[in-house]
Structure formats: C-alpha cells, structure tokens
C-alpha cells in the first residue's frame, strides 16, 4: 500500500522549476506532502482532499487526481531552501467512504538546489 | 504555537535497558502518532492514539509499549529491544478529524541500542 514517487531524485539550480509524482494503487481521501531536511522532523506543505480542498504554503502547488489515484507536487523558481528529501503520504478511502486515520508514506525524492 | 516536543533527543541503551521517550503537545490536538525512521528511508507508523485511547497499532512488537496519560502528552516505553531498531522515533499530533488536517512532527528521539 506505500505510494509510489517519481522521480527518485533532482538536481535543479536555482530558479528551476521541478514536479514530484505520487502513485496509489489505492484509492485515496487525502495526500499529504512533507519536506524533510537532514537530521530534521519533516514539514508540512500540502494537504490535498478527496473532493478538491486544498490546505497549504501559498509558494507550493499540488494536485490530486482521484481518479487516477495521483498527486504530484510543483515547485516554481526553486531556491536553496527547497533542498531536502519531499515525502507524499497517503490516507487510503475505506468502504465507508471516509478516512483511516493513518498515512503511508512514499519512499521520498531527493531534491538538490545548487547556486 | 505549532511545537511538538520530544525528550531526549539522543537515546543510547542496551538490549537489557528499560527506557522512555516522551513527546508534548500544547496545540489542544487530540490525535497523537509515534513513527519510526531508519535512515534514508520514509517514517513508518507504528501507533495512533486518539482522544487518549489507543486506535492504530500497525502491529509493533510488544517490546514497545505506548502511553497517553492525558491529551498533550505521549510516551512510548522501551524494553529489551533489538539492535535492529535503531532509527530516529519521530511523534505528531493533529487535530482528530480523520487527517482533514495537517500532521505536526516533533524533532525525534535518535535511539541508538546497543
């Protein structure tokens, strides 16, 4: 049931724009994404909603295809600062049609900044 | 004020040792998670606790015992563990509406068993 991310790492320069990819084989109530610098707890960037809510940093995007079960991060004009490893967690939909109170995360994508 | 605390931050014990890691939260959340990370890798889920009773075990071995003794705090209790679970013990919390809402990470506890 983890998600699947793509690319496994990037290596931009500064100003660069990158999309990070999560896959389900599931079908999900929420995705959640998370930016985890090292030796650090990860930090919450996107919450995306089964039913199209939106919860997040004004400089991050995200969408969610419910149908597909996918959900992909965008991140324009990267700085230094985006540095780290981004996580997608999902929540998956049970029969009820609602949550299950827990997230599976991705195996993490690398993302590099340089000058 | 969005911290989620945890004590200590390094840990070291023997495979005979009983220890505990603690984790605070002062944002009125009443759901509160224990994950743990090995390196490189994502955090796993191993409990949920929800309003104080416990509501996800992603079946832990028993040599980890979780504690809620009231909303704001979480323990998890250590005990005759393994070299094997080595990792960085990370907690959260967030407010109970089935994950409408984000989850806040403490710093982590890096457990080092020797």
């Known amino acids: 049931q983890q998600p699947v991310q793509s690319p496994q790492a990037v290596i931009l320069r500064e100003g660069e724009d990158a999309v990070i990819n999560c896959s389900s084989s599931k079908a999900l109530y929420s995705v959640h994404w998370y930016r985890q610098k090292h030796g650090e707890a990860p930090v919450f960037l996107m919450i995306l909603l089964k039913g199209g809510e939106q919860k997040g940093h004004e400089k991050i995007s995200a969408s969610f295809n419910e149908k597909k079960q996918q959900s992909s991060l965008y991140l324009t004009a990267s700085q230094l600062s985006y540095s780290g490893t981004y996580f997608c967690?999902?929540?998956?939909?049970?029969?009820?049609?609602?949550?299950?109170?827990?997230?599976?995360f991705g195996q993490g994508t690398i993302l590099t900044v340089h000058p | 004020d969005t911290e989620v605390t945890q004590t200590p931050k390094h840990l070291v014990m023997g495979m005979t040792n009983k220890k505990s890691l603690k984790c605070e939260q002062h944002m009125g959340h009443r759901a509160m998670y224990w994950y743990k990370q090995k390196a490189k890798k994502p955090p796993e889920l191993m409990f949920v606790y929800s309003y104080e009773k416990l509501s996800i075990n992603e079946s832990v071995p028993s040599r980890f015992s979780p504690e809620c003794p009231n909303s704001s705090l979480l323990n998890l209790h250590l005990h005759a563990l393994q070299p094997e679970d080595s990792a960085l013990y990370l907690c959260?919390?967030?407010?109970?509406?089935?994950?409408?809402?984000?989850?806040?990470f403490g710093p982590g506890t890096r457990l080092t068993v020797l």
């Open positions: 967690g999902t929540d998956i939909l049970n029969a009820g049609g609602t949550s299950y109170g827990k997230l599976t």
């Open positions: 959260a919390s967030s407010r109970p509406t089935i994950l409408r809402d984000t989850q806040y």
